[in-house]
């Protein structure tokens, strides 16, 4: 079983202060954890992904996450909010399971930039 | 980077028919592909999973002879919301697994705007 669990449904930052977008996950299996981000009346764009090498990640637009197994979280950042950043986010964790992919969405989290 | 194409972006259609919304891999042959429907102020739903040359596999609740999925081709899946009722209106988004995957990644398409009237 595998679950993603995003703790905050929405952030709320100044625009040139940081960004962290939080993200729990459970799985049996070695997971494949992923930062999606989704604008108003779009279609979802990989942010960064996590596949059992560096635990640090680099994205685009500057957001980077980290995975850490002791705590089971893979916790989005950015140092610097832009307008543009405003958005809901999601994180999700895959594995393969039977020859299947299983992908778990967590719930989401709208990021509000505020100038 | 991989490009995963949704047709059509948006559509309406009268209650009672049909309606197929096609989705495309442009770069790379996908063996998976993930149906979702998104409602207004949630996440995702994953609606079914289809792999090139086989049934596809719904998730509970999700009537299969209502919305039906075929994966014909390494490169094209189509969902077809079937009997369109006004409730299935809609955010649908599909996304494919490359053949050759790293680390599992998934690419999604730009998402179809059902509106059922």
């Known amino acids: 079983a595998q679950s993603v669990t995003q703790l905050d449904s929405h952030v709320s930052v100044s625009e040139g202060t940081p960004v962290l977008l939080r993200c729990n996950y459970s799985?049996?299996?070695?997971?494949?954890l992923f930062w999606y981000v989704q604008h108003p009346n779009k279609g979802l764009q990989l942010l960064l992904k996590?596949?059992?090498?560096?635990?640090l990640v680099k994205g685009i637009n500057g957001f980077e996450a980290e995975f850490k197994k002791s705590e089971t979280s893979f916790h989005l950042t950015k140092p610097s909010a832009h307008m543009s950043d405003a958005a809901e986010y999601f994180c999700?964790?895959?594995?393969?399971?039977?020859?299947?992919?299983?992908?778990?969405f967590g719930t989401g989290t709208k990021l509000q930039v505020i100038p | 980077g991989a490009v995963v194409s949704q047709h059509p972006s948006r559509v309406i259609c009268k209650s009672g028919t049909s309606v197929k919304i096609e989705c495309r891999s442009l770069?790379?042959?996908?063996?998976?592909m993930f149906w979702y429907r998104q409602f207004p102020k949630k996440s995702l739903m994953l609606m079914a999973t289809?792999?090139?040359?086989?049934?596809?596999?719904?998730e509970q609740g999700v009537e299969k002879d209502k919305f039906l999925i075929n994966h014909a081709s390494l490169t094209l899946s189509t969902l077809t919301v079937t009997s369109a009722h006004p409730e299935d209106s809609s955010f649908y988004i599909c996304?494919?697994?490359?053949?050759?995957?790293?680390?599992?990644?998934?690419?999604f398409g730009e998402g179809s705007w059902l509106t059922v009237v």
């Open positions: 996590y596949t059992s090498a560096a635990t």
């Open positions: 996304s494919a697994r490359p053949r050759r995957s790293s680390g599992n990644t998934i690419y």
């Open positions: 799985s049996s299996y070695s997971p494949s």
């Open positions: 289809s792999n090139e040359g086989s049934k596809a596999t719904y």
């Open positions: 999700v964790v895959t594995r393969n399971s039977g020859g299947y992919q299983k992908v778990t």
């Open positions: 770069d790379f042959q996908a063996t998976t």
